[in-house]
């Protein structure tokens, strides 16, 4: 779980929280001023915008507080697990692939960020370095050697130590 990502969560939830709070009552307020209610399109979009950024402060709030549940102590230092940065030898493409294991939210294939969720997250899941791995994916079986393993406590000992 990368700081990264929880600083820029934690930033969105800050602008929307602005943008509910003094933003939008401004527009409503010049919207009020120009009459008739019913038939003022500023007004209705200003009200849509309302509900929308509600809700979406909802949903950050929700997972921000999910995210806090995080137990580092229960995540395995030893296997591969969230957080994980695991170098893997494809046996077919005979060509080597690093992946970090990472929330939903965060998945970036091109970056080689992976969910937990995706075939190969579940299917790396609990393995060890050394191990050998085949996964089902939508484009067919991937079988893969892994080679080296960097747990997220691996990552935060060496940050600690810089």
Do not use: C
Not at 49 to 77: C, T, W
Not at 110 to 133: A, C, M, Q, W, Y
């Amino acid at each position: 779980m990368g700081q990264d990502f929880l600083k820029k969560l934690k930033e969105e939830v800050k602008s929307l929280e602005e943008e509910l709070h003094v933003k939008l009552p401004k527009e409503l307020k010049i919207a009020r001023e120009h009459g008739d209610l019913s038939e003022n399109a500023e007004y209705q979009a200003a009200k849509e915008r309302q509900g929308y950024v509600n809700a979406r402060l909802g949903q950050l709030r929700k997972r921000l507080a999910e995210l806090s549940m995080i137990d580092l102590s229960k995540i395995p230092r030893d296997r591969i697990s969230l957080g994980s940065e695991v170098h893997l030898y494809d046996i077919k493409k005979k060509e080597e692939i690093v992946y970090r294991l990472v929330m939903s939210e965060e998945t970036d294939v091109h970056r080689g960020f992976i969910s937990t969720t995706s075939p190969i997250g579940k299917g790396l899941l609990g393995k060890e370095e050394g191990d050998e791995v085949t996964v089902q994916t939508p484009a067919g079986d991937k079988s893969f050697e892994i080679t080296k393993l960097i747990t997220i406590h691996d990552q935060l000992d060496s940050s600690s130590n810089e």
